[in-house]
């Protein structure tokens, strides 16, 4: 096999849940573009649909748009059956939704119970249901990988300093901070990954954690230098920029690899 088999993903179907916002859009576009077809899953299903139509017409792909809400099971169990029957099968699941209810970016001497297992719920129990179902089809084909998405607040506490200054459009009269909620969630799913990868040894059912770093999207120009500061890059990634990762997750190019970690943070943890 040469290096560009490896590589190859033409034809496997690839389950995206988060799929229409700033990277899993990108994800979407640039797995299509290497001839997969995508199934595009989201809380808008006019998003995922105008999304299918745009990587339809592109690159001649079959993509899949499904409204999913990861907040019910039901949505989540019904993504993989509409997946098998459009397809019969899949090959990968990348879980990259993420919920932000209200109340998300309360101060944490005010933050609600309620709030806290909504976060809990959409950011972790979510993606622990979605793998659960991925798995009882993954043992059925004899194969399959998942990557899910971390944050480089689930490896290290957020460095709440970066904020000092940034106009908190939530909360104007409290200091703006990274949330409670997403540290602890992005931190779980680091385990969840783990655990799945030595429940599932020797099912060539591979599990991987993409944790990217911080994207520029248009942020205050304050926390973008405050941010920057702290990578050994100098800057935040651009949103293409984990593109190449997630082909080689869900490619054969990473066929040794599973319960790892691959940290793109721009250097950001290295120090």
Same mark, same amino acid.
């Given at each position: 096999?040469?290096?560009?088999?490896?590589?190859?993903?033409?034809?496997?179907?690839?389950?995206?849940?988060?799929?229409?916002?700033?990277?899993?859009?990108?994800?979407?576009?640039?797995?299509?573009?290497?001839?997969?077809?995508?199934?595009?899953?989201?809380?808008?299903?006019?998003?995922?649909?105008? *999304?299918?139509?745009?990587?339809?017409?592109?690159?001649?792909?079959?993509?899949?748009?499904?409204?999913?809400?990861? &907040?019910?099971?039901?949505?989540?169990?019904?993504?993989?059956?509409?997946?098998?029957?459009?397809?019969?099968?899949?090959?990968?699941?990348?879980?990259?939704?993420?919920?932000?209810?209200?109340?998300?970016?309360?101060?944490?001497?005010?933050?609600?119970?309620?709030? *806290?297992?909504?976060?809990?719920?959409?950011?972790?129990?979510?993606?622990?249901?979605?793998? %659960?179902?991925?798995?009882?089809?993954?043992?059925?084909?004899?194969?399959?990988?998942?990557?899910?998405?971390? =944050?480089?607040?689930?490896?290290?506490?957020?460095?709440?300093?970066?904020?000092?200054?940034?106009?908190?459009?939530?909360?104007?009269?409290? %200091?703006?901070?990274?949330?409670? =909620?997403?540290?602890?969630?992005?931190?779980?799913?680091?385990?969840?990954? %783990? #655990?799945?990868?030595?429940? #599932?040894?020797?099912?060539?059912?591979?599990?991987?954690?993409? &944790?990217?770093?911080?994207?520029?999207?248009?942020?205050?120009?304050?926390?973008?230098?405050?941010?920057?500061?702290?990578?050994? *890059?100098?800057?935040?990634?651009?949103?293409?920029?984990?593109?190449?990762?997630? *082909?080689?997750?869900?490619?054969?190019? =990473?066929? #040794?690899?599973?319960?790892?970690?691959?940290?793109?943070?721009?250097?950001? &943890?290295?120090?």
């Amino acid at each position: 096999m040469n290096t560009k088999d490896f590589f190859d993903i033409k034809q496997k179907v690839i389950v995206i849940l988060g799929a229409t916002g700033i990277l899993g859009s990108r994800y979407v576009d640039f797995l299509s573009s290497k001839g997969a077809n995508i199934v595009i899953s989201d809380l808008s299903f006019e998003k995922c649909e105008s *999304l299918a139509l745009e990587v339809m017409k592109k690159y001649g792909v079959d993509p899949l748009p499904i409204k999913a809400d990861i &907040t019910k099971e039901e949505d989540i169990i019904n993504v993989f059956e509409l997946t098998i029957k459009k397809y019969g099968k899949f090959d990968s699941l990348i879980n990259n939704a993420q919920i932000k209810p209200e109340g998300f970016y309360a101060p944490f001497e005010k933050y609600s119970k309620d709030t *806290l297992m909504k976060v809990l719920d959409g950011n972790l129990g979510a993606v622990i249901i979605s793998c %659960r179902e991925a798995c009882k089809y993954f043992l059925q084909f004899g194969s399959g990988s998942i990557i899910n998405i971390s =944050s480089t607040y689930g490896n290290i506490g957020a460095d709440q300093r970066i904020y000092d200054g940034v106009k908190n459009i939530y909360f104007p009269d409290e %200091r703006f901070s990274s949330p409670v =909620s997403y540290g602890v969630t992005k931190a779980g799913i680091l385990n969840l990954t %783990r #655990y799945l990868a030595s429940y #599932y040894r020797e099912k060539n059912i591979r599990v991987n954690t993409l &944790t990217p770093g911080g994207v520029f999207d248009n942020h205050d120009e304050l926390f973008n230098q405050s941010y920057s500061s702290r990578t050994l *890059l100098g800057r935040m990634a651009k949103a293409d920029e984990y593109n190449a990762a997630i *082909l080689f997750l869900v490619s054969e190019a =990473s066929s #040794y690899m599973t319960g790892a970690n691959l940290i793109i943070d721009g250097g950001w &943890t290295a120090i």
